[in-house]
């Protein structure tokens, strides 16, 4: 199956710096999402992102699916940025999400 | 609106026994899943259903049954709980256009289950 590769796996950052998080993706894909795990465990979507770039507030995303990578950018971070960020991807026509290993990311103050 | 809501919180079984996790959507979506969350390994897809009716294995089932209640609802059930079974667990949805265009997958608040 699909490999799915993120990278740094931690990363601690001082609140207003910027940071990029890396997904790498062994196959093509026709589906590619980027999810924050909160402190608190719960899973929230981010971005729907197969291809090109989008942005939301301080956060935005570029996936080059030529090159099978993902790039999430958080810029000005806080502490209410912490927690797990995930890819999942999946390919063809199918129905599953394979998950990376994710990035955990500490703000602190 | 509560989305997807899963069924217990937290639990404690002791090897062999037998549990149910409960989960159900209100968003009308046809297509629901199983994942675990283990350490480092990020989640991995235990079930999926993609209509009332239709269950498929994902990338983890041994261990695993479940069922399509209805729309709704969908349950994941195991049978003879096991320490390696100690995981977190958690119930998604997903729309029907998800072939067309995008469809965001939601998820449950997680089980956390612990098999002694």
């Known amino acids: 199956g699909i490999q799915v590769e993120q990278s740094p796996p931690d990363l601690i950052l001082q609140e207003g710096a910027n940071s990029t998080l890396r997904c790498n993706f062994s196959?093509?894909?026709?589906?590619l999402q980027w999810f924050h795990q909160n402190p608190w465990g719960q899973l929230i979507n981010l971005f729907y992102?197969?291809?090109g770039t989008k942005q939301n507030g301080r956060l935005s995303a570029t996936t080059v699916a030529t090159e099978r990578y993902s790039l999430l950018y958080i810029s000005s971070s806080q502490t209410t940025d912490s927690g797990v960020y995930f890819c999942a991807v999946n390919t063809g026509g199918g129905n599953k999400l394979t998950f990376g290993t994710g990035t955990q990311l500490k703000v602190e103050l | 609106n509560a989305g997807v809501t899963q069924t217990p919180k937290f639990q404690v079984l002791k090897t062999g026994q037998s549990m149910t996790l409960q989960c159900a959507q209100d968003m009308n979506h046809n297509s629901m899943y199983w994942y675990r969350q283990d350490p480092g390994m990020g989640l991995r897809l235990i079930y999926y259903s993609a209509s009332e009716g239709t269950t498929d294995k994902g990338e983890v089932p041994n261990g695993y049954n479940v069922s399509r209640l209805n729309k709704r609802e969908f349950s994941l059930r195991l049978e003879s709980a096991a320490p390696s079974q100690t995981s977190v667990y958690f119930c998604a949805s997903r729309g029907d256009d998800w072939t067309r265009g995008y469809s965001p997958l939601h998820f449950g608040n997680g089980t956390r289950l612990t098999v002694t």
């Open positions: 196959d093509s894909v026709n589906n």
């Open positions: 992102i197969p291809s």
